[in-house]
T-cell receptor, first 115, second 111 residues
Framework: EAGVAQSPRYKIIEKRQSVAFWCNPI?????LYWYQQILGQGPKLLIQFQNNGVVDDSQLPKDRFSAERLKGVDSTLKIQPAKLEDSAVYLC?????????????FGSGTQLSVL | AQSVTQPDIHITVSEGASLELRCNYS??????LFWYVQSPGQGLQLLLKYFSGDTLVQGIKGFEAEFKRSQSSFNLRKPSVHWSDAAEYFC?????????FGKGTRLSVIA
């Protein structure tokens, strides 16, 4: 069974540049999550999609971060412009129905370094 | 607000020794509790979860955890650690809200 796919694996950019990350969840999973994991911290939810609608984006810095999930499958997370404090691993996860008691399946993440 | 505290940033154990990783949570109602493991360069993998019922839950890879409501704790245990258990371990809490993760405990295993 294919897992959650993310690309790129690594990205290095300079501050004020823009960057985009891509995620393909497990087939059939209605819910998709983007987490930010800063070094030494646990993952923090940025945005949760249920199919192609946003369920929770309360912790997404909307002045610079945006995300979309067209057709309820793949998703893209964008940062524009990037700041030094955006350096982190960006994890995508998916689950079957979106209930809190469900198991989340995580991708390997995109490690972003902002110089 | 819900929160998770993992008091130990880094733990080193000898291979074959027992392991206990601590997790304390703050939550207003009966929480859902989880332990995830993250190997270097990998995403998180669910080890076990607790919702209700038996307070001792069994997970994958020989791990277990015990929910103690009186102590607001959900500690992870393993009777005999293997070198492949070296990883970062995250405790998480949630219910009808998105999961909140602790900062993690890094486990090192020495021969």
């Amino acid at each position: 069974e294919a897992g959650v796919a993310q690309s790129p694996r690594y990205k290095i950019i300079e501050k004020r540049q823009s960057v985009a990350f891509w995620c393909n969840p497990i087939s059939g999973h209605a819910t998709l999550y983007w987490y930010q994991q800063i070094l030494g911290q646990g993952p923090k939810l940025l945005i949760q999609f249920q199919n192609n609608g946003v369920v929770d984006d309360s912790q997404l810095p909307k002045d610079r971060f945006s995300a979309e999930r067209l057709k309820g499958v793949d998703s893209t997370l964008k940062i524009q412009p990037a700041k030094l404090e955006d350096s982190a691993v960006y994890l995508c996860a998916s689950s079957l129905g979106g209930r809190t008691n469900e198991k989340l399946f995580f991708g390997s993440g995109t490690q972003l370094s902002v110089l | 607000a819900q929160s998770v505290t993992q008091p130990d940033i880094h733990i080193t154990v000898s291979e074959g020794a027992s392991l206990e990783l601590r997790c304390n949570y703050s939550y207003g109602a009966t929480p859902y509790l989880f332990w995830y493991v993250q190997s270097p360069g990998q995403g998180l993998q669910l080890l076990l979860k607790y919702f209700s019922g038996d307070t001792l839950v069994q997970g994958i890879k020989g791990f277990e955890a015990e929910f103690k409501r009186s102590q607001s704790s959900f500690n992870l245990r393993k009777p005999s650690v293997h070198w492949s258990d070296a990883a970062e371990y995250f405790c998480a809490v949630g219910a009808h809200t998105p999961l909140v993760f602790g900062k993690g405990t890094r486990l090192s295993v020495i021969a």
